[in-house]
């Protein structure tokens, strides 16, 4: 059975960290690009960050660039979100998606994830940025 869970969330002050996790299951991360995308409330879901099927290419949005970074460790079949210097501004219910069609081009074009690239999502963690 496929499956995405999200875990890491929680409450941060501004400045501080977390590393999100994102657990694979029922599918192996080296065939599929994952994207990591949020949910303000009152806004639209946005792409933040993507790694790509090859793990070669990465992407952010310039919201976050030099202060998120995607990783990925095969052997856990897991996709991680470090999250640095975090501002209010990043509070948000955060997803990872799939490309379950294995598109070799998803997250190899230098651009945030769109989300009509990722089929299949997890049930996201809550991200509160606050003092």
């Known amino acids: 059975q496929v499956q995405l869970v999200e875990s890491g969330g929680g409450l941060v002050q501004p400045g501080g960290s977390l590393k999100l996790s994102c657990a694979a299951s029922?599918?192996?991360?080296?065939?599929?690009?994952i994207g990591w995308f949020r949910q303000a409330p009152g806004k639209e879901r946005e792409g933040v960050s993507c790694?790509?099927?090859?793990?070669?290419?990465?992407n952010y949005a310039n919201s976050v660039k030099g202060r998120f970074t995607v990783s990925r460790d095969i052997s856990k079949n897991t996709v991680y979100l470090q999250m640095n210097s975090l501002k209010p501004e990043d509070t948000a219910v955060y997803y990872c998606?799939?490309?379950?069609?294995?598109?070799?081009?998803?997250?190899?074009?230098?651009?945030?994830?769109?989300?009509?690239?990722?089929?299949?999502w997890g049930q996201g963690t809550q991200v509160t940025v606050s003092s």
């Open positions: 029922g599918f192996t991360l080296n065939y599929y690009a």
């Open positions: 790694i790509s099927s090859s793990g070669g290419s990465t």
């Open positions: 998606a799939a490309d379950l069609l294995g598109r070799a081009y998803v997250c190899d074009d230098g651009t945030p994830p769109p989300q009509y690239q990722y089929n299949y």
